[in-house]
């Protein structure tokens, strides 16, 4: 695991979620959406449940989190998982 290797993680997740985020929209506004691979894995209702999650889930780090709204919000060290 390189830092090469998250940042391209975290700018393919969040490429792949702004394309899918209007369709999110309506069911899962305020959730928290873990990442990999381009790929949605499990949506959770605080940032810190899916972040430990991803840690569980994926030990080379490689995964992001990203907030489900239209309004685009700095998640710090959530956005930025595996970092």
Do not use: K
């Amino acid at each position: 695991m390189t830092s090469l290797q998250q940042r391209q993680q975290v700018d393919q997740n969040y490429d792949a979620f702004q394309r899918m985020l209007a369709s999110l929209l309506a069911d899962r506004r305020g959730q928290y959406a873990l990442m990999r691979d381009r790929d949605v894995v499990e949506f959770f209702d605080d940032p810190g449940d899916a972040y430990r999650a991803g840690l569980r889930r994926f030990s080379d780090h490689l995964f992001s989190i990203q907030e489900v709204d239209d309004e685009p919000i700095d998640l710090g060290i959530f956005s930025h998982a595996g970092d």
